[in-house]
């Protein structure tokens, strides 16, 4: 059951954005002060970024807004637990030489970049690939 935001749960939006490491900027292309979210990944992303996650589907990605959306609290919970740099640390393990996108990166190659990552799964360590 998803309840209505409260001072409790306004404290801990401010959290998610202000004080989980690597949530001041996009997960994907580094854009400053993301307003959405991917509540299953744990992380934070601009506008554009959460356009792709949703293209992605709610099987990958569960986007949600951080001022629009209502939201749970172990939705929350996951959310102050992880952040952008928890999970680029294990979504980005090894680039392989791939060049991640920043805020000035064309949509397409943003697109890429999140299929790579999230679909294909292509900068896993090998060990963690064998429990996917």
């Known amino acids: 059951m998803v309840k209505k935001k409260n001072e409790t749960d ?3 939006m401010h959290c998610i954005r202000n004080k989980v490491s690597g949530n001041d900027a996009c997960v994907d292309c ?3 002060n ?3 979210a991917s509540l299953n990944l744990g992380v934070l992303m601009c506008i554009e970024c959460s356009g792709i996650h949703r293209n992605l589907g709610s099987h990958i990605s569960k ?3 951080l001022d629009l959306d209502d939201w749970s609290a ?3 919970s996951v959310m102050l637990a992880l952040g952008n740099d928890i999970a680029n640390s294990v979504w980005e ?3 392989n030489g791939k060049q991640k996108p920043n805020s000035d990166s064309p949509r397409e190659e943003k697109e890429q970049w999140i299929r790579w990552k999230y679909e294909d799964k292509i ?3 090998q060990l963690i690939q064998t429990f996917l």
Do not use: I, M
């Open 93 to 95: 393990y090894c680039l």
């Open 10 to 12: 306004a404290f801990k």
């Open 74 to 76: 172990g939705q929350l």
């Open 34 to 36: 993301p307003d959405w």
């Open 63 to 65: 986007v949600r807004s």
């Open 30 to 32: 580094g854009v400053s």
């Open 123 to 125: 900068f896993y360590h």
